[in-house]
């Protein structure tokens, strides 16, 4: 499985991005997908997940009611709309896919991962 990450950027406090992650090799319906993400000086920490095909969400709480995952299945493709940015959004941020079972935010239970994309909020 690979994954690419874009839609990072340079945003202003209470603006808007939207991550984008692009998975080829093999996604199929109720693998778990997610973002993830690591601050200056900070362990990674899961952001939101989605069950691909599923639908069903969780979220970390420091993001509920700003940020939304959704899936496209046709394009094999997650994203994350971010609303309400804040500095300590401020991240490299992490595409990352797992087979069945688990959905969840632990990070050592997702074995693909992504090359990062930046947000920074200032």
């Known amino acids: 499985v690979q994954l690419v990450e874009s839609g990072g950027g340079s945003v202003q406090a209470g603006g808007s991005l939207r991550l984008s992650c692009a998975a080829s090799g093999g996604i199929y319906s109720r693998y778990c997908m997610g973002w993830f993400r690591q601050g200056p000086g900070k362990e990674r920490e899961g952001v939101a997940v989605i069950s691909f095909g599923g639908g069903s969400t969780i979220y970390t709480d420091s993001v509920k009611g700003r940020f939304t995952i959704s899936e496209d299945s046709a394009k094999n493709t997650v994203y994350l709309q971010m609303n309400n940015l804040k500095p300590e959004d401020t991240a490299m941020y992490y595409c990352?896919?797992?087979?069945?079972?688990?959905?969840?935010?632990?990070?050592?239970?997702?074995?693909?991962w992504g090359q990062g994309t930046q947000v920074t909020v200032s």
């Open positions: 990352a896919a797992r087979g069945f079972g688990y959905c969840g935010l632990s990070r050592e239970r997702f074995g693909y």
